[in-house]
C-alpha cells in the first residue's frame, strides 16, 4: 500500500477507536473485516499505531495542537508503527518539520501526566501501591504484552510442543513460574499451526495460568468455573482433573461460552459442562448449593491489570466505575461461595490491580463468613511446587495471603487472587 494510503487508513482507524464506544480490539476487527484488501502488513502497522496512540494518549494529546490537520491524523502520524523514512514520504513538508520538532522533545522536560499516560484517577492508586517502582509499571503497560502458551498436558508434554515449535523457527522458553507454560517473543501466527489445531496448546498468559492452579482441582471431583467467559481457565482446570469428574462452565453470556466451543473440542476433554446463567442467583446454582468440592471465581472486573493488551480499558473507565463493579464482585462471590461443600475450596480472582476490586472485596468476605478459612496464597503455590511462590504475593502478616501479579514484576499481566476453604 502507498505510504499515503496507509496513513490516511491509520486516521480513520484511531478516529473510530477515539470514540470509545466499542472495545478497541473489536473496533480493529471490524475495521479488518471491512477492509479485506488489507495485507498482513497493513494490519499490523494499523493495529500497532492504535495501540500506541492509546498507550500515549496524554503525550500525543499534548503535542497534536501544534501541528496541522485533522486531529486524528496528528496522531496518527505521532504514533505510526514503522519506518521512519516510509512515515515521512507520506506528510507534507510542514508536518515533516512538526513532527522533527516533537521527536526533539526531551521526556525529562515533559509534565508527569504526559510521561505515565494515564488517567488521573488511576495514578495515586498506584502510586499509594507501588511507590517507587511506579515508574516501572509505567515502562513495562507502554512496551505492550508478549505471548504465552499453555500446554494442554492432558495431552502432551511441554518439551514436545517447545520442539515442535522450534522446527517451526519459533523461539519458546518455559514460563518461569507456571509448569504448562511457554513464552513466545513477538506476535507469530500460531492458529493454523498443527499443534494448535490439535490441541495441544492454548494462547494464555501465565497469570492466568496460575489461577487455575490454585483452584488445584483433582480427579473425579465436583467443579464450577463460575464466570468462565471464553472457558482458558475452564480448559486448563479440566486438564488439571485428567478429564475425570463434572467441571460447569458457568457465564452469563451464552455468546462467550458459543465462542468457547472450538477450544473445548481441540482440548480432547468431555467434563466440562458449559451452561448460561442469568446471574448469580440462577436456579441452576441454587441446585447446586452445598455440592460443590471447589469453585473458581474468576469475577468481572475493570480488567486494568491487562493494560499491556487493553490501553483503551484506562480510557474507557472510570472510579465510579470501579465502585459499581466492586458491589457486583462482592454479590457474584458471597452467591458463588454457597455452592463449596464443608472443606471445599473457594478462588476469587480479577485481572485488576486496584484494591477496590481485590483486598477491599477479599478482607469483607473473610469478615462476613467466619465459617470459611482464608489459606496463604504463597503455601499453596509452594504446595504446587511454583518456583519462588512468596515472590508472587501480597497481603498478612507473612506477606503471603493473597497472590498479586504485576507487569513490570513478574512479566504477566496484572492479577489478584484470594483462597478460602470452607469449614
Known amino acids: 500500500m502507498h505510504p499515503k494510503a496507509l496513513l490516511d487508513a ?52 499534548h503535542l497534536a495542537p501544534s501541528g496541522s490537520g485533522p486531529k486524528e491524523r496528528r496522531l496518527a ?30 521526556p525529562k522536560d515533559l509534565m508527569e501526566r504526559h510521561r505515565h499516560n494515564l488517567p488521573e484517577w488511576l495514578v495515586q492508586p498506584l502510586k499509594d501501591q507501588l511507590g517507587d517502582q511506579f515508574w516501572p509499571l509505567v515502562e513495562s503497560l507502554n512496551l505492550g504484552a508478549g505471548m ?12 514436545d510442543v517447545q520442539k515442535e515449535l522450534a522446527k517451526a523457527g519459533i523461539k519458546a522458553v518455559h514460563t518461569p513460574y507456571s509448569p504448562w507454560g511457554l513464552r513466545i517473543a513477538g506476535k507469530p501466527a500460531l492458529n493454523k499451526s498443527e ?46 482433573m485428567r478429564n475425570t469428574g463434572r467441571l460447569y462452565a458457568f457465564d452469563t453470556s451464552a455468546h462467550r461460552l458459543d465462542a468457547f466451543k472450538a477450544r473445548f473440542k481441540r482440548s480432547g476433554l468431555s467434563n466440562v459442562h458449559p451452561a448460561a446463567i442469568a446471574h448469580e442467583r440462577d436456579d441452576r446454582v441454587k441446585r447446586l448449593s452445598g455440592k ?33 463493579m466492586a458491589v457486583k464482585q462482592a454479590s457474584i462471590l ?41 489459606l496463604p496464597v504463597g503455601e499453596v503455590l509452594a504446595g504446587l511446587k511454583v518456583a519462588d511462590a512468596q515472590a508472587l504475593c501480597s497481603g498478612g502478616e507473612a506477606g503471603q ?20 476453604q470452607k469449614k
Open 148 to 159: 504465552d502458551l499453555r500446554v494442554n498436558d492432558f495431552k502432551v508434554k511441554r518439551a
Open 10 to 61: 491509520c486516521s480513520e482507524l484511531v478516529r473510530l477507536t477515539l470514540k470509545f464506544d466499542h472495545p478497541a480490539d473489536a473496533i480493529v476487527s471490524k475495521f479488518f473485516r471491512d477492509n479485506r484488501g488489507l495485507g498482513p502488513r497493513e494490519r499490523a502497522t494499523m493495529a500497532e499505531t492504535v495501540y500506541t496512540v492509546l498507550r500515549k494518549k496524554n503525550l500525543f494529546d
Open 195 to 240: 499443534a494448535f489445531l490439535r490441541g495441544d496448546f492454548e494462547v494464555q498468559d501465565e497469570g492466568s495460568q496460575l489461577l487455575a492452579m490454585l483452584l488445584d482441582a483433582k480427579r473425579g471431583e465436583m467443579v464450577v468455573d463460575f464466570c468462565a467467559g471464553a472457558g482458558g481457565k475452564t480448559l486448563a482446570i479440566g486438564a488439571m
Open 334 to 374: 458471597q452467591s458463588a461461595a454457597r455452592m463449596v461443600k464443608p472443606g471445599g475450596r473457594l478462588v476469587y480472582a480479577t485481572c485488576s490491580v486496584l484494591p477496590q476490586e481485590n483486598e477491599a472485596i477479599a478482607d469483607a468476605f473473610t469478615a462476613a463468613n467466619p465459617d470459611w478459612v482464608p
Open 77 to 106: 502520524i505521532l504514533g505510526f508503527y514503522g519506518p521512519g523514512d516510509f512515515l515521512r514520504s507520506a506528510l507534507t513538508d510542514q508536518e515533516t518539520r512538526w513532527l522533527d520538532d516533537c521527536e526533539k522533545v526531551d
Open 292 to 324: 460443590m468440592d471447589r469453585v473458581l471465581v474468576d469475577a468481572p472486573c475493570t480488567g486494568l491489570g491487562t493494560l499491556r493488551r487493553n490501553p483503551d480499558l484506562k480510557w474507557r473507565q472510570s472510579l465510579q466505575g470501579v465502585e459499581e
Open 401 to 420: 495471603l493473597y497472590l498479586r501479579l504485576w507487569p513490570h514484576r513478574h512479566g504477566t499481566d496484572g492479577f489478584f487472587a484470594a483462597v478460602w
